[in-house]
């Protein structure tokens, strides 16, 4: 079966290569772009020193920075209205998945009638959107090289899934030294983030020679070196492995999809503001166990490829060592529980039918290997409240 292959046509990866965000955008004919961005990196002043290279090299830009975590439709609308205002021809997102993620939902209004809500998967994005340059800024969401992009709508409060190859950015700069200046925190959600994309990317019904390729890699560098940038925030080599990693991973669940964990995980974040990496931290080791009995040879790979296991190990062993290795490792990364993040229990629990509804509708939990019922997805809801 033919599978269809999607990836930026310029990858800038390397220290420093923020440097030639204006070369690439001259290659790409973009003469007017609007730099989406966050108000923390506006802050820092990184914005800033971008459209300050911009104007240096003759381009004209503006910047929209009214991005927020977990991007909503109401935010998008804003940068629309910065973008047609402005009059701009081209799209720089800088910064984590949320300004990744509002610029695609950006392109698609700007160029498309109607809502975000119309676009949700399994609709088609009829138009193309206009050519977008993406800068990561953590190493996480592999945006900058995926179909997708997750809004969540102002007004019902779900977390919309959007995807469709005009979403895949032009090009990308992959600069690890953006993210030197990360907490702990956001290095432990945003490089589990990029270990679930790797690992549901294998495992996934989609899965494909071309997507294992980018997964087993990245999940091998994901597993040795996240403590490290965990524990060590300023360790560069760490910090260009994890940035290679992430960006490796997004291009393998891009072009293989996600599973059962991005499926519960995006609900949480909506009804509750839980980062999307820390849910998906939060879900990952509860899914992997439900889930590997169903597809043993493949997680069994993966335990093995990040060496948890070996090859003595049965497929049915090496399940079971990545699971325990799973739960370890979030005690390592000191990821909380719902009930220890804060979120009140009676909300939390009333709340699951709807979220579990809600992970359903996404697509996402059927890609999974063992694809869930409602009810099975429920319990597991229950199982994570307080770390199970």
């Not at 995926?146 to 899934?161: A, G, H, P, W, Y």
Request: hydrophobic share 45%; with cysteine.
């Amino acid at each position: 079966m033919a599978i269809e292959l999607l990836v930026p046509s310029v990858i800038k990866v390397g220290g420093g290569a923020i440097a030639e965000a204006s070369s690439i955008l001259k290659h790409l004919g973009v003469k007017c772009p609007l730099i989406v961005t966050d108000a923390v990196l506006v802050r820092m002043g990184l914005a800033d020193s971008l459209r300050e290279q911009m104007g240096n090299a003759g381009i004209a830009c503006g910047v929209f920075s009214e991005t927020v975590p977990d991007p909503t439709t109401d935010a998008v609308a804003a940068g629309l209205q910065a973008f047609i205002e402005g009059e701009h021809d081209g799209l720089v997102s800088l910064g984590g998945g949320s300004p990744i993620d509002t610029a695609k939902a950006i392109g698609i209004l700007a160029n498309n009638s109607g809502r975000l809500s119309d676009y949700k998967v399994p609709n088609e994005i009829p138009k193309r959107s206009p050519l977008h340059l993406a800068i990561p800024t953590t190493a996480g969401t592999g945006s900058e090289v995926t179909r997708f992009t997750v809004i969540t709508d102002s007004e019902t409060n779900e977390k919309m899934l959007i995807a469709g190859a005009s979403l895949v950015p032009n090009a990308a700069i992959v600069d690890f030294e953006l993210t030197m200046s990360m907490p702990a925190r956001l290095t432990a959600d945003t490089g589990t983030d990029s270990l679930t994309h790797a690992i549901e990317a294998h495992v996934s019904r989609k899965a494909n020679a071309f997507a294992d390729v980018f997964a087993m890699a990245a999940m091998k560098t994901i597993w040795a070196e996240l403590p490290t940038v965990f524990r060590e925030p300023g360790n560069r080599r760490a910090r260009e492995l994890m940035m290679l990693a992430a960006t490796q991973a997004g291009m393998a669940f891009s072009n293989a999809s996600v599973a059962l964990v991005h499926g519960m995980s995006r609900p949480i974040g909506a009804h509750f503001h839980v980062p999307h990496g820390l849910s998906n931290a939060m879900l990952l080791p509860a899914v992997t166990a439900f889930s590997v009995n169903a597809a043993e040879g493949r997680y069994a790979e993966c335990a093995r490829t990040i060496g948890v296991a070996d090859r003595f190990d049965s497929d049915a062993d090496a399940g079971r060592k990545l699971v325990d290795a799973l739960f370890a490792r979030n005690e390592e990364l000191e990821v909380p529980s719902p009930m220890k993040f804060g979120i009140a229990e009676d909300r939390y629990f009333s709340l699951i039918p709807t979220m579990a509804e809600q992970a359903l509708a996404s697509g996402s939990p059927q890609n999974n290997p063992r694809i869930p019922t409602r009810e099975e997805i429920e319990e597991i809801y229950r199982q994570i409240w307080s770390g199970g």
